[in-house]
């Protein structure tokens, strides 16, 4: 029931009723109110927007619920990447990394995160531990391009 209400609010932001949409995903929050993963979509979605201090909210309320720290500390990472605070991000994204090192994704944002800040040389390691993980990541892929990279080579 929380998913189809969060998807009706973000069909509703995406067709340009921000404010009916914005309410339908506070209500998703409400009625997956023990539902990390309802709590972390409405977070993604609220920090898309900017609402970084409701983004906050769902977060911490995603962490009361949510016993995989490393969904919480990617979590995390994806907030303040969103905000550009990319220090904070990066530690958020290592740790997720860390406490979950076969989570493709994590290896990924965390390789985005370094490349937006100019550390190419980590960024490539991350960037290569996630598709060694997962090899299908055309954006990864492409961010690599745009900085002169190389993929890994094909098995």
């Not at 009916?20 to 998703?28: D, F, H, L, Q, V």
């Not at 531990?129 to 990541?137: I, V």
Request: glycine letters at 10%.
């Amino acid at each position: 029931c929380a998913q189809f209400v969060y998807r009706f609010g973000e069909f509703l932001v995406i067709a340009g009723d921000r404010r009916r949409g914005y309410k339908y995903m506070r209500r998703a929050a409400s009625v997956g109110y023990d539902d990390s993963g309802i709590h972390g979509l409405v977070a993604f979605g609220f920090a898309d927007e900017g609402f970084f201090g409701e983004a906050r909210e769902q977060i911490e309320r995603a962490a009361t619920y949510q016993k995989d720290a490393g969904v919480i500390q990617n979590a995390w990472g994806c907030y303040y990447y969103k905000k550009g605070d990319y220090d904070k991000a990066i530690a958020a994204f290592r740790k997720a990394a860390e406490s979950s090192p076969r989570q493709a994704m994590y290896h990924k944002n965390l390789a985005m995160a370094l490349y937006q800040e100019g550390r190419i040389g980590e960024a490539t390691l991350s960037s290569r531990m996630s598709l060694e993980l997962e090899g299908d990541q055309p954006d990864l892929i492409e961010m690599m391009r745009q900085y002169g990279q190389e993929q890994l080579p094909k098995k």
